[in-house]
């Protein structure tokens, strides 16, 4: 399985962005699709996931605020950021569960929230 992340950017307080991550070689075996975040000095962290049925998951920081989906088939996942702050400034890295159980990261992508 591959990942390929697109849609980072710099962005004012308040703003929003859209995350994007397709999938492919053997993405017909993904399960769980999901962002994940890294800021400098910090360890890399939850930011939302969603299964192939569409159960979504939420880090507590973002709830109310991002909205993570799935393309219709299935390889993509996308993740809808609104009401930016300052403190979702990150390295943003897709992430990919098999049925197996395998695990697979794209490419991070930089978001940064800044006046």
């Known amino acids: 399985v591959q990942l390929q992340a697109s849609g980072g950017g710099l962005v004012q307080p308040g703003g929003s962005l859209r995350l994007s991550c397709a999938a492919s070689g053997s993405a017909f075996s993904i399960n769980t699709m999901g962002w994940y975040c890294q800021a400098p000095g910090k360890q890399r962290e939850l930011v939302a996931t969603i299964t192939r049925g569409g159960i979504a998951n939420y880090a507590d920081s973002v709830k109310g605020r991002f909205t993570i989906s799935r393309g219709n088939a299935r390889n993509t996942v996308y993740l809808q950021m609104n009401s930016l702050k300052p403190e979702d400034t990150a390295v943003y890295y897709c992430?990919?569960?098999?049925?197996?159980?395998?695990?697979?990261w794209g490419q991070g992508t930089q978001v940064t929230v800044s006046s």
């Open positions: 992430n990919a569960e098999t049925f197996q159980g395998s695990k697979y």
